[in-house]
Structures are given as structure tokens and as C-alpha cells.
């Protein structure tokens, strides 16, 4: 047996020792160096954990939506995103930037064709000097003395384009050569901003408004700017650190979007008032024109636009005219002196009254009629007055009963509700001007009462106007224009705005029957000065205005003569549903006439909404055997093609299972099939409505531009498409 050797404790004592006093010497060597780090260096680690940190960020709420009255979207925010390089990014080589910078410049013209493929690549490039000059500069500092206190100034901001690009060209541009490398070896990144999109343009779009591109600032003007609070919601707050070279935000309070706004304007009657507008404009020639349609009963806003000429040629919403627009309304403003004449009992329909030639000296001025060249009317009643649109004849009228006590006649207009504050929810509407001689006598002459009483010496924005006729048409109550239905909050109504009444009763009932008899007549007689406005399908009422326009110090003899002119009213006159005023400014085309220019704009107007909303029971109309008995169905909704052809009476045969439809006439009558919509692709839309195809589309997340009226013909991104987040469709209907 092998002997074994005797173990030596002392040598494994020592070497335990050994490796005992190492570990011991390491440990004091760590708690060393974690005090040195702890007291002598916590400060500037601390700092820097500091600047690596950052508490209380504003994360920005999603700002609310604002629809029409009937549910399509008017404004909506869409994020946009500037374009910039770190030049300075840790894994960013210039050779392979080199490299790349050309098939880049032409990828990047070919998106963003703002730039040339020259120019792409020169501001590459420039950056790329430009990192080089700064490295020289680091390098000097580095050598003297106490540099490190000089801070030299880094390209890690460089502009690529100075255009915001979307979501989809973000994504497109970060597929890139080069780009596709990611931040930190490609030194791209941006900037978020929001972006207010509109999807039907230019409609209603000053009282819709818009905003600051920098978010936190809000409204800008009209809805957005009146409703901000409610629709900039709450913003929340995040905890900001830097990970791997990159800003990251941890949300420590999620932001509440902002609530929805609901307007009163419905897109359909706001299309008929735009063209219909624009059309005459621009064949007038026109400087500006404003149309405002109201429901007479709500006294809610269906339409309000406002043209104004941008150059020449083109026409644009620049200013809301009809709520800022501070002018002598003109002959319109004959009907409310006339009102306050009977009301007081100082004249009556058939009281006589002689304007002559139509030429009347008073107060050293000449007052003119304007049939005046072919020898005015003669001794007309009241009522003709109003009728033949006669200066002479009304201010006669009001002379003869206000001339010793002019205070009264102003009186009877403060009575009637033109000195009240409507109040808007417009920011930056004016109120009436109508001065009254005890408070400023010093301006008041012997001419003031007669040139006041047929609309001059008086600064009356239109949708005063309006709103006095509108209150004729609702049986003398006056409304105050209402521009919003309701405020929503997650699809949830939290606010329905209510109609508010201004004054119940303007005048008598025997009063506003004579008014209103007299404003059917200024249409609907043969010799009244709106027959221009006469229509065979809808009755119409309403009072034609004409102004000569001030020029200033010039007064209105000198620099050329310009006219406003009018046509304010209501339909049906019998049974009064809208009331409606038309201003056009400045015409130069032909002589300036209320009834010719704006009167037929009206009469447009009134037609266009009387086909399209006042429609008569199918039972009421004789049978047409020319033309099929079936109406064309427009693909959408199941439920809701169901629920209208039941009502229409129409005999349909079923066979959908989904929530879409498309409908076929066949032998068999009108059959109603499936229409497959897949989640995360794009719609099919074509043969849709314009409510239908805009619901299917932003449900898939789509942001949809609306072009046309009727259905959808053509969509610009295929059917079946994958479906970026924050993409835009644009869709046209006809």
C-alpha cells in the first residue's frame, strides 16, 4: 500500500490567508472607490443622472373633432413630422453617407419633388462639411488649456425639408437607402407637429377655423379658437429618460382627449350656398360675397359662406364677412323703418305718399329714387313703397312721423332688437351701429333721419339683417343664430345647445302681417324689385338692398362708384322653413342691382334646398310609368338602406349577413348583398354615399379628404391595401 504524504496546515493556513487578505483588498478597494463616488464625485454623477432624466414632460391630449350637423367630419388633427439629421449620431459614417447620398436625393425628390435631386444632395452633403468644420474646432479646443470649459457648437439638428411630411411619408422616407440603417447609425429624426385637417376644404371654413401649428398655442379663429378649451382637452405628464442615444417618454398621467364639437351647418345646404355663390361672383367679378342660410324656427346656422377675391380669378374664404363685416345694409334696412312706422301707428299700408319724379330736395341734399331717369312713380301707398324699393317714398314716410322726435324712430329700432349683442360664437363678430341723436347730437343733421330710414348712416354686420328677417318668418320671435347643436364627449352627448330666444314679439301680429304681405310682393308682383328671385317651385319672400359704398375721406362722389348689394328673405313665404341673406361687394361686370345679382343667388339657394329636403309623401304624387319604380340604391350600411326603403314602401329581397351591403336590381326586383369589409385593409367604397364611405374608411383608420357630391367613383388608394396609421384617402363623388 502506498504510503500518503501528511498534510500541511500550515501552507493551506497561509495560503488561505493569501487569498482571504486579496479579497479583503478588494473589497476595501471597492467601498473606496463607491466613497470617493458617493462624496467626492456624487455631485457630478448626480447631475448627470439629472440631465439623463427629466420629470413633468406635457404629453399633449388628442384636441376633439368638430362634425356637421348631420355627422361629417369638418375638422380632424392629422400628426405631421419635420424632417432632420444628427450629423453628430455615434454610429453615422461620413463614407457611407457618401456613398448613399445620391440614390437618397433621388428616393427623397421623388416624395418631397419640393427639391430638386441636386439640391437633396448638396444639403447631404453640406451637413457632412459642416460636422467636418466642427471637429477641426473640437480638435483646437482640446489642445488648450482649460477647453473643456468652451462649448463647441454641433450639427445635431440639421434640416432635411423645411415641409412637414405625414405619417405615410414618414414611414416611406425611414424605408429609404441609407435611412433604413435606423437613428443611430443614419442620424434621422423629427419633430412632431399637428396638423387640422378638413376634409371638405374650403366649406364653411372661416367659421369652422383653425389652429396654431404648434399645438400647445390652440385656436387660431372661429369654432376652434371659441370652443378651445373644450376641445384641446387635458394634457397629461411623462417621466423622460435616454436610452441607448435615443429620448424615451414614460406616460405617468395619460392626457384626456379633447370633447367634440357638433355644428349646426349641414354639409349638403352648405355645398348649394357655396356654388351657388361662387358661380355668381365670379361672373360678377365680384371683390367678396357672403351667403348665410338659417333654420327659422332654431335660428341654427345650415350654411354660412364667405368669398373673397384672393387675386384675380380665384376666390377664397379670407374673412368671415357675415359676422365682421360692419356696412350700410341699404334698401333691406326699408322693411325695419317701415315695421317701426306701423307698429307706432304713424302710417298704414294704403296711406298715400307723393315721390314725385323721383327727385327730393331736403336738407340741402338730393335724394334720389332709382327709376328717377324715367320719372319716378308718382303717389304711391305705403306698402308700394316697400314694393318698388322707393328712397323717397320711405323716408317721406318716416319724415312725416319722426321728423320733431327722431329719438322715437330709433327707439322703435332698439324695440325691434337691433341694439342687442347676439352674442356669437364667432370670436371677433361686431354688433349693429345705430346711433341715437341724445347720445350723439353732435353728429346727428337734418339728413340723418331720412338717409337712416333706407339703410344709410348705419353700420349693420349681414347676420343682423338676417336674424331681423329671420324673426318675420318665425312669427316675430328673434333667435339668436346658433353656430354649435351640441358638445360630445366619446360619442356620448354631454351638451345640447339650446335655442335662445332675443325677443318674443318684434312687433304685433297685425303689424308683421303687413310686413310680410308687403315682402311677398317685392318678389312676387309683377312690378316689385325682387322678381328676379321669383320661383315657380318654392314661394319666396324677401326685400332687395342696393348700397352705394363710402370711399373714405373721398365720401361716395369720388374714386368710381361701388355698390353693395342684397337680397335677404325666406321660404317657403307661406310656411317659412329657412330664411336666407346674399351681400355681394364691389361687382364690376354689370350695374349693380339686389334683385339681379343677389336675387338670383337666392332664388338658387331656396330651390336647391327645397328639392333636396322638402319632399312630398310617395303616396301624394301621381304615378310616372316612364321611369322604373325603384330609386338607385347607393351601397352602405345595411340597417340603414333597410330601415329607409321600408319607409319609401319599396319591396327588397335580403340576402347580406354582414354589416355592409351593396344593392342589385335584378328580375327579381332590388336584392341586397353582402359587401365584405376587412379589418386592417382598405374599404371598398366605390358606390357609397358620402356618410357611409367616410364612416367605413376612418373606422379602418384611414383620414379621408371628401371631393364631390352624390357617391363615390373612385378612390385614390386600391381596395385591399394595407392600412398605415395616419394615412390620408382622398375619395371623389359625382
Known sequence: MENKKPVDNKKILRNYFIISLIFGLIIIAIIGRAAVTSFDEGKYWVELGNKAVRTNISIPATRGNIY??????????????????????????????????????????????????????????????????????????????????????????????????????????????????????????????????????????????????ESVKGGKYGLELAYDSLLRGKPGTGTRRRVEGRNMTIVDVKPVTGKDIISTIDVNIQDIAEKALMDKIKGLDAESGTAVVLEVKTGAVKAITNLGRIRDGVWGEIDNYAVTDLSEPGSTFKVASMMVALEDGLVQPDDLVDVGNGR????????????????????????????????IGVAKI????????????????????????????????????????????????????????????TQIPPIYTLTFFNAIANDGKMVKPLFVKEIQEDGKTKERKKTAVLNEHICSERTLGFIREMLDSVVNHPQGTGKPAHSNLVRIAGKTGTAQLSHGAAGYKEGGLSHQVSFCGYFPSNE?????????????????????????????????????????????????????????????????????????????????????????????????????????????????????????????????????????????????????????ITIQLK
Not at 374 to 387: E, L, P, T, V
Not at 405 to 418: N, Q
Not at 700 to 722: E, H, K, W
Request: proline letters at 4%.
Open 68 to 213: 356637421s350637423a348631420n355627422g361629417e367630419l369638418m375638422a380632424t388633427t392629422e400628426p405631421t413630422y419635420r424632417l432632420y439629421m444628427d450629423y453628430w449620431a455615434d454610429g453615422l459614417k461620413a463614407d457611407t453617407l457618401k456613398k448613399y447620398a445620391k440614390p437618397l436625393a433621388v428616393e427623397l425628390n421623388k416624395l418631397l419633388p419640393q427639391k430638386t435631386v441636386a439640391q437633396y444632395e448638396a444639403n447631404l452633403m453640406d451637413g457632412l462639411k459642416l460636422k467636418e468644420k466642427e471637429e477641426v474646432e473640437v480638435a483646437k479646443v482640446a489642445k488648450i488649456k482649460g477647453g473643456e470649459k468652451k462649448v463647441v457648437k454641433r450639427s445635431r439638428e440639421y434640416a432635411i425639408n423645411t415641409i412637414n411630411v405625414n405619417y405615410r411619408q414618414l414611414k416611406a422616407i425611414q424605408r429609404m437607402p441609407f435611412f433604413r440603417q435606423g437613428r443611430n447609425k443614419s442620424g434621422l429624426y423629427t419633430r412632431e407637429f399637428v396638423k387640422r385637417t378638413k376634409p371638405y376644404g374650403t366649406l364653411a371654413s372661416r367659421t369652422i377655423g383653425n389652429i396654431w401649428e
Open 360 to 391: 327730393f330736395e331736403y336738407g340741402g341734399a338730393t335724394l334720389l329714387d332709382h327709376n328717377a331717369h324715367r320719372g319716378g312713380y308718382g303717389m304711391i301707398n305705403a306698402a308700394k313703397a316697400i314694393w318698388f324699393s322707393s328712397n
Open 398 to 457: 318716416i319724415l312725416r312721423s319722426y321728423e320733431k322726435d327722431p329719438g322715437k324712430y330709433v327707439d322703435g329700432l332698439y324695440r325691434i332688437g337691433f341694439d342687442k349683442d347676439l352674442a356669437l360664437e364667432i370670436p371677433g363678430y361686431k354688433t349693429a351701429r345705430i346711433r341715437h341723436p341724445k347720445d350723439s347730437p353732435q353728429t346727428w343733421y337734418r339728413t340723418t333721419l331720412p338717409w337712416m330710414s333706407f339703410g344709410y348712416e
Open 576 to 728: 317659412p322653413k329657412y330664411s336666407c341673406i346674399v351681400v355681394i361687394r364691389k361687382p364690376r361686370n354689370e350695374a349693380a342691382s339686389g334683385g339681379n345679382m343677389c336675387g338670383t343667388v337666392f332664388k338658387r339657394i331656396a330651390e336647391e334646398i327645397y328639392v333636396q329636403n322638402i319632399i312630398s309623401k310617395p303616396g301624394s304624387m301621381p304615378q310616372d310609368n316612364a321611369f322604373p319604380k325603384i330609386p338607385k340604391v347607393k351601397s352602405g350600411l345595411l340597417e340603414h338602406s333597410k330601415y329607409v326603403l321600408k319607409k319609401l314602401n319599396i319591396n327588397y329581397s335580403d340576402k347580406a349577413e354582414g354589416k355592409w351591403m351593396t344593392a342589385q336590381l335584378t328580375d327579381e326586383g332590388l336584392v341586397m348583398k353582402d359587401r365584405k369589409i376587412q379589418h386592417n385593409l382598405v374599404p371598398n367604397v366605390i358606390g357609397m354615399g358620402a356618410k357611409d364611405a367616410v364612416y367605413a374608411l376612418e373606422n379602418s383608420g384611414l383620414s379621408v379628404n371628401l371631393l364631390g357630391r352624390g357617391a363615390v367613383f373612385s378612390q385614390s388608394i386600391i381596395s385591399g391595401s394595407s392600412i398605415s396609421k395616419g394615412q390620408t
